[in-house]
């Protein structure tokens, strides 16, 4: 019974950790001839945004790969403008307001996956790499929580998830972003509240569209 219950949150921890963020930035060559103002998004704009994900788990040595749909929306809190506008390195940062997704298993029905309130996560962040405003370095950090129908308790994950991307090449909307898990970083640690039941998130890829 634990087995079953596992690969079915697997599925919607799967779907949670496959957030995603998109922004109203500036994403063409000709935008650095514009406005300075024009290069950031507004700080206090909401951007939201769909995606998809595919989550590898572990429980007691058994491995599930799960594929799901995601969404998510976030905050602009601040934006420091590529050059020419300033000499410092350009940045965005956002602050997650609530994502959520819904998966189904034909044997325990539907999961749904949230962030969880209670722990507020490390702002998602846009960086330049180079002088101009293309390549950026992305991350997304998070919480997640699943509860399953049928399965008593909540999964709660014990650290927070973050996803990077080296080679961001554009956003307004992000097309076919793919971000991940850092190489050699740990397994993520999934607890049910109630059993004490665990499971471990070992690969993560996070696709925007």
């Known amino acids: 019974m634990i087995s079953k219950s596992i690969k079915t949150y697997l599925a919607a921890a799967g779907a949670t950790l496959g957030f995603a963020i998109a922004g109203s930035f500036a994403s063409s060559p000709a935008a650095l001839a514009q406005n300075c103002q024009e290069m950031c998004p507004t700080v206090g704009q909401q951007i939201c945004c769909p995606g998809s994900s595919q989550a590898d788990f ?26 020419p506008c ?21 044997n325990l029905g539907t999961i749904h996956w949230r962030n969880d309130p209670r722990r507020p996560a ?11 405003q293309f390549p950026a370095y992305g991350t997304i950090s ?13 999964y709660r ?7 990077v991307n080296e ?3 554009s956003f307004n909307p992000f097309v076919n972003e793919l971000y991940h898990r850092e190489q050699g970083a740990p397994p993520i640690s999934f607890i049910n509240d109630q059993t004490g039941d665990e499971i471990l998130l070992n690969d993560l890829t996070s696709l925007l569209n």
């Open 58 to 83: 572990e429980h007691m040595g058994s491995q599930l790969t799960v594929v799901a749909t995601t969404n998510g929306c976030f905050l602009v809190t601040s934006c420091i403008p590529p050059p």
């Open 86 to 106: 300033t000499a410092q390195p350009w940045q965005v940062t956002l602050a997650l307001q609530q994502f959520d997704g819904i998966a189904h298993d034909p």
């Open 122 to 132: 490390s702002p998602a962040t846009l960086r330049g790499i180079d002088k101009g």
């Open 142 to 154: 998070f919480f997640a929580i699943a509860e399953i129908d049928g399965v008593p308790g909540v």
């Open 157 to 163: 994950s014990r650290e927070e998830v973050r996803l």
């Open 167 to 169: 080679r961001v090449q």
